[in-house]
């Protein structure tokens, strides 16, 4: 398959190069003119083949050179990976800054993983030579960090075959030979630590399985409200500034994933430049060593043409793919999927197709649909169940979700997290919308809430939303006649629905205390905001006046208390319930006093 061609350049326009390569096939890689820039045919037509480059073609001109590799635009797969920042083609962005300084020379080519670097490698226990092994299996592991056990399979495209050496334990370089194989047809195979892997062709597994778990996040909406399964794929749309970017790098931060994928296709140079500072620095809340430790970032640098972020999704994916055959619950968060969309939008264009709407070509719906396909939780060939979460940033123009990669998306995710301009612009953080939001994870994440929290959850939740939705209503109310239409009773469900938003719902992102939320603490506020409300209206029902409950210093307490207890402090959350129960119980006491005198 690596037997190199070469052609020459007919025509350039923009991103898009016409050349003509005999025998150039479909989706393989190319290095354009004497730069070498990077490239990958997208279509052929006769003895001329359509390239998309992944770097300006400025410069470039007509009769210039062109190679084909023979391969398709592949990633290597191997230790190495994690705490790696890599661009949109998998080339080792720390490396270049070290080699080129801050600018990226075109048509830089470099390994994606570090050739010099020994790895310690421990043979599986009892895997014999002689023994006939499939794709898939397991060969041997390499610790690659403290955290990750980095399984060592053998590749899908390997058949069937008999292994005749199995390197010892010892140290190797990637490239060193760790077993042969061979082919029932007598061939001989060497396998090493890593091997290249086609981004576009998803990685196979041996069957399907469906989600159990829910990604916990440490977010009180997305957990407890709109809750996503391990290897669910979720899409979080909004306007600009709403906040997309800080969900998704909470959900890298904080969420109870294996592996973590961070992919910046960001609209914004500087909110890349922020990721790349700020994420190596960060500490794992689970194990306390650095969350690099089991993340990787690819970061698509502004200088990268737009269609090189349509590749970007791909790498990220095959990558994300590869951990979940280790057995390893992924999640990559693609920030954002809509510059996706551009680069297909860009390059039909340039291919004069017919668009459809907004521009956007007719496979827009089934690209995106294939996408998250890739999404899932399965049964790998040897290393039992393993996930990737998808979890897609949504950047609507104007914030419109009727938009068609909006719209697409919503049909084809589990979990929508809609971000709201309205609910931004009142600094109402996380701007998520609890009336255009939707999870269908909400029946297996009750299980395991019920299993592992308290077995009220499904309850509580329903009680919250049913409350705010009788907000909604009853603001309405308030807006058309004036609060003095209301009865104390509504007054109080109109306090109750406020202590939900604020004691529950909003979280500061940049609060040390209430950024992450364990499940724990997530029930306790809900549950105390919920039984103080509940009590309220009890005394509320008995003629005690609206005004005195909400004069209460203890309903600021209670809004406070995300902020005052941590996820290790949640018994704290219980005893200031019991001393706010003290209080009503007094308020009825005193109430029953004053009734009597009065009689
Ligand atoms: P987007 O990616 O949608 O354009 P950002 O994620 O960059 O928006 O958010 C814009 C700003 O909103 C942030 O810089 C921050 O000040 C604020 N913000 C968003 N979400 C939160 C949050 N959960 N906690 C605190 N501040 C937030
Ligand atoms: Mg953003």
Not at 32 to 61: C, H, W
Not at 137 to 164: C, D, K, N, S, Y
Not at 519 to 543: C, H, S, W
């Amino acid at each position: 398959m690596s037997n190199k061609r070469t052609g020459i350049i007919r025509e350039i326009n923009g991103p898009i190069v016409t050349i003509s390569m005999p025998g150039a096939r479909n989706g393989e890689q190319v290095m354009i003119g004497e730069m070498g820039l990077f490239g990958e045919v997208i279509s052929l037509k006769g003895d001329n083949a359509l390239v998309q480059s992944y770097e300006p073609t400025e410069g470039i001109r007509p009769g210039g050179p062109v190679e084909g590799l023979g391969w398709p635009l592949s990633v290597e797969l191997g230790p190495g990976l994690l705490g790696s920042i890599f661009d949109g083609v998998q080339r080792p962005l720390e490396k270049i800054f070290d080699t080129a300084g801050d600018h990226i020379p075109r048509g830089l080519s470099l390994p994606s993983l570090d050739r010099v670097k020994e790895w310690r490698f421990q043979p599986s226990e009892g895997l014999e030579c002689g023994t006939w092994i499939n794709a898939g299996a397991l060969l041997g592991t390499v610790q690659e960090t403290r955290l990750i056990e980095h399984r060592i399979i053998v590749p899908a495209h390997f058949q069937r075959g008999e292994l005749i050496e199995l390197a010892p334990e010892g140290d190797y370089r990637l490239e060193d030979t760790i077993a042969r194989i061979r082919t029932p047809q007598g061939q001989v195979r060497k396998l090493r630590l890593f091997h290249r892997w086609p981004v576009r062709t998803p990685r196979p597994y041996l069957r399907r399985d469906h989600g159990v778990a829910p990604l916990i996040t440490g977010q009180r909406i997305l957990d407890t409200f709109f809750p996503l399964l391990k290897g669910g794929k979720g899409a979080v749309p909004g306007p600009f500034g709403a906040g997309k970017t800080v969900v998704q790098q909470q959900i890298a931060r904080w969420s109870n994933a294996d592996i973590v994928i961070y992919v910046g296709c960001g609209e914004r140079g500087n909110e890349l430049v922020d990721v790349l500072e700020t994420f190596p620095q960060l500490q794992d809340p689970y194990s306390g060593h650095k969350l690099m430790e089991r993340t990787l970032l690819v970061a698509n640098t502004s200088n990268m043409p737009v269609v090189a972020r349509e590749a970007s999704i791909y790498v990220g994916l095959t990558m994300a793919e590869y951990y979940r055959d280790q057995g390893y619950d992924v999640v990559m968060l693609a920030d954002s999927t809509s510059r996706w969309a551009e680069a297909l939008r860009e390059v039909s264009g340039r291919l004069g197709q017919m668009p459809v709407e907004d521009g956007y070509p007719a496979y827009l719906a089934s690209r995106l649909a294939a996408l998250y396909e890739r999404a899932g939780r399965v049964e790998s060939f040897s290393c039992g169940k393993g996930s990737v979460s998808l979890i897609g940033a949504v950047s609507p123009p104007g914030g419109d979700f009727s938009e068609p990669v909006t719209a697409h998306t919503k049909e084809i995710i589990q979990t929508f997290w809609a971000l709201s301009k309205e609910l931004a612009d009142a600094r109402h953080y996380p701007a998520i919308d609890w009336v255009d939001s939707f999870s269908e994870h909400v029946d297996t994440a009750a299980e395991w809430w019920h299993k592992e929290i308290d077995p009220r959850w499904r309850a509580r939740r329903g009680q919250a939303l049913a409350l705010l939705a009788r907000d909604a209503e009853l603001s309405r109310i308030v807006n058309l006649v004036g609060p003095e239409a209301l009865s104390s009773a509504q007054r109080w469900e109109l306090e109750g629905a406020a202590l939900i938003k604020e004691g529950v719902l909003q979280q500061s992102a940049l609060d040390p205390v209430d950024t992450f939320s364990s499940p724990e603490k997530q029930f306790a506020l809900l549950d105390m905001v919920l039984t103080i409300i509940e009590k309220g209206a009890e005394l509320i029902e008995i003629g005690i006046p609206v005004q005195e409950l909400t004069a209460l210093p203890m309903l600021a307490r209670a809004r406070r208390a995300k902020q005052t207890y941590d996820s290790e402090q949640v018994e704290q959350i219980g005893v200031m319930l019991e001393e706010f129960l003290q209080e009503f119980h007094d308020i009825r006491l005193e109430y029953a006093k004053f009734k009597e005198h009065a009689e």
